[in-house]
């Protein structure tokens, strides 16, 4: 894998060791908006010990959970250096991807452990529960306590040295080493023009990723990746420590060694019926961006007052009734604004 010399200087995440991190540890970092480790608080899970041991411990332990259900397994060569990206025209992605049961996967990676250079292979956002049901009874959080009721995504990463080019989720994340070192170069929403987003669609994993490899990064080509260097945070990952960071931070995460393993946790502190800020982005650029710039500048000031801005303020001066979609959202309110919303596209 390539040298990350370019990281040397950034700053590091700030570590928190001696203790687990708590419901209002977790509420800090999301409202401080930044991201925080908690060193070695998952370092009495099976799995990781499991892993201190040996690497074949490790894929033992966790062939013990395996189910009946084939994982998808993305493979690249050699050449792409770990780094599941486009080929080099964008015209279509740099490795493959295929089912195979778990224990070949762990073959695979068994054989070619100790090869110089080996392709790349990884299973990539797995469903615990589906696909290693029982694993999170001797591997797991309080969720209940640590996201405040929310019911969490939790998904297991394995895999040789790869690499995921730096992208956003719409959720934030608690991310647990298991197995492995693991490397995540971390950016604040605000740095995205710094960042130069790809093609929306198709992309390697299902969100826009960086066009940088923040590893070596082409500074003449990308020139503003210096200012998103500036602004980055870098965590260095031992097995049994957290990362927890805000949804829509951009992270660029490397898996560091032969064999790596993560679990991570996904959770919005919002009701269900609460959909996607992503359909509100596809739908303002089929609607806003083609506009001249006065008339986008005048919606700017709508949308603050009607989105961003205090959501009290524009229903306290109307009476109950006559509220409408003014009214606190609940599902039967955002039920009928999907289906007037789906009428009027497909006017």
């Given at each position: 894998?390539?040298?990350?010399?370019?990281?040397?200087?950034?700053?590091?995440?700030?570590?928190?060791?001696?203790?687990?991190?708590?419901?209002?540890?977790?509420?800090?970092?999301l409202s401080d908006g930044e991201p925080?480790?908690?060193?070695?608080?998952?370092?009495?899970?099976?799995?990781?010990?499991?892993?201190?041991?040996?690497?074949?411990?490790?894929?033992?332990?966790?062939?013990?959970?395996?189910?009946?259900?084939?994982?998808?397994?993305?493979?690249?060569?050699?050449?792409?250096?770990?780094?599941?990206?486009?080929?080099?025209?964008?015209?279509?992605?740099?490795?493959?991807?295929?089912?195979?049961?778990?224990?070949?996967?762990?073959?695979?990676?068994?054989?070619?452990?100790?090869?110089?250079?080996?392709?790349?292979?990884?299973?990539?956002?797995?469903?615990?529960?589906?696909?290693?049901?029982?694993?999170?009874?001797?591997?797991?959080?309080?969720?209940?306590?640590?996201?405040?009721?929310?019911?969490?995504?939790?998904?297991?990463?394995?895999?040789?040295?790869?690499?995921?080019?730096?992208?956003?989720?719409?959720?934030?994340?608690?991310?647990?080493?298991?197995?492995?070192?693991?490397?995540?170069?971390?950016?604040?929403?605000?740095q995205v023009a710094n960042l130069y987003?790809?093609?929306?669609?198709?992309?390697?994993?299902?969100?826009?990723?960086?066009?940088?490899?923040?590893?070596?990064?082409?500074?003449?080509?990308?020139?503003?990746?210096?200012?998103?260097?500036?602004?980055?945070?870098?965590?260095?990952?031992?097995?049994?420590?957290?990362?927890?960071?805000?949804?829509?931070?951009?992270?660029?995460?490397?898996?560091?060694?032969?064999?790596?393993?993560?679990?991570?946790?996904?959770?919005?502190?919002?009701?269900?019926?609460?959909?996607?800020?992503?359909?509100?982005?596809?739908?303002?650029?089929?609607?806003?961006?083609?506009?001249?710039?006065?008339?986008?500048?005048?919606?700017?000031?709508?949308?603050?007052?009607?989105?961003?801005?205090?959501?009290?303020?524009?229903?306290?001066?109307?009476?109950?009734?006559?509220?409408?979609?003014?009214?606190?959202?609940?599902d039967r309110l955002a039920r009928r604004?999907?289906?007037?919303?789906?009428?009027?596209?497909?006017?």
């Amino acid at each position: 894998m390539a040298s990350s010399a370019a990281l040397a200087a950034v700053r590091r995440v700030r570590e928190i060791a001696g203790r687990k991190a708590t419901a209002d540890d977790v509420d800090a970092c999301l409202s401080d908006g930044e991201p925080v480790i908690f060193k070695g608080m998952v370092a009495d899970w099976p799995a990781v010990a499991e892993g201190r041991e040996s690497v074949g411990r490790a894929m033992a332990y966790l062939l013990g959970f395996a189910g009946t259900r084939d994982v998808v397994v993305y493979r690249g060569e050699a050449g792409i250096d770990g780094r599941f990206f486009y080929n080099d025209t964008l015209t279509a992605m740099n490795f493959s991807a295929s089912r195979a049961p778990l224990a070949s996967v762990f073959d695979t990676l068994g054989r070619s452990a100790d090869a110089a250079t080996t392709d790349a292979v990884y299973v990539g956002s797995t469903d615990v529960d589906a696909y290693l049901p029982g694993l999170r009874a001797e591997n797991d959080l309080d969720t209940a306590a640590l996201f405040a009721g929310a019911r969490p995504i939790v998904s297991l990463w394995m895999g040789n040295q790869t690499m995921a080019a730096a992208h956003f989720d719409i959720s934030n994340n608690l991310a647990c080493c298991l197995v492995g070192r693991r490397r995540f170069t971390l950016f604040p929403p605000d740095q995205v023009a710094n960042l130069y987003p790809g093609p929306l669609e198709p992309t390697p994993g299902g969100q826009v990723v960086s066009m940088v490899d923040f590893r070596t990064p082409d500074f003449v080509r990308y020139p503003a990746a210096r200012q998103a260097l500036d602004a980055a945070r870098v965590a260095e990952l031992d097995p049994g420590d957290v990362l927890i960071y805000p949804a829509l931070w951009w992270h660029q995460v490397e898996a560091l060694d032969s064999f790596n393993v993560m679990m991570n946790y996904w959770w919005n502190p919002v009701p269900d019926f609460i959909d996607t800020p992503m359909h509100a982005l596809q739908l303002a650029m089929m609607s806003l961006r083609d506009r001249p710039r006065a008339e986008k500048d005048a919606w700017r000031s709508l949308f603050d007052y009607y989105i961003f801005g205090d959501a009290e303020a524009p229903a306290a001066h109307l009476p109950a009734h006559a509220r409408g979609a003014l009214a606190p959202m609940d599902d039967r309110l955002a039920r009928r604004l999907r289906a007037q919303l789906l009428q009027r596209l497909n006017r």
